[in-house]
């Protein structure tokens, strides 16, 4: 399984963390909520029970741990940015990975997942 990335630059403007080169990029909770105001697909990669305790307003959800996600990310627009979170930011840096190799050019990945988001004091869902 893959631990937390913690490379979230949390200095970075969201312009300066838009311009990076790399196809995955850690953000920061707050860089994240500025990122999903423009264009592409949030993606929840909890489980089902996890959602019921709340998920980001127009989340996709996905779970990382199902059998089928590699082919369910399939139905994703490869041409649009990738929002992607779960509960603290190991899963969805599995999940960013396998988007990478799935040939998506730009996943953004929620350093300390959802619970970050919370801390933060942003709103979920349920």
């Known amino acids: 399984m893959y631990a937390c990335s913690g490379n979230a630059n949390p200095e970075a403007t969201t312009e300066e963390v838009v311009q990076q080169a790399e196809v995955i990029v ?11 105001a423009s264009e592409g697909t949030v993606l929840d990669v909890r489980t089902p029970g996890e959602w019921e305790e709340g998920v980001i307003a127009n ?23 990738v929002f992607v979170y779960c509960k603290r930011g190991g899963r969805s840096a599995g999940a960013a990975q396998v988007l990478k190799e799935k040939g998506f ?7 300390g997942g959802i619970t970050a988001w919370m801390d933060e004091g942003n709103e979920v869902v349920k």
Do not use: G, H, R, W
Not at 26 to 36: C, E, G, N, R
Not at 59 to 80: C, G, I, P, R
């Open 26 to 36: 850690d953000v920061t909770a707050s860089q994240f909520k500025d990122l999903i």
């Open 59 to 81: 989340a996709e959800k996905m779970n990382y741990q199902a059998d089928d996600f590699s082919s369910q990310v399939e139905k994703l627009d490869k041409t649009k940015p």
């Open 105 to 111: 050019t730009k996943v953004y990945n929620l350093d």
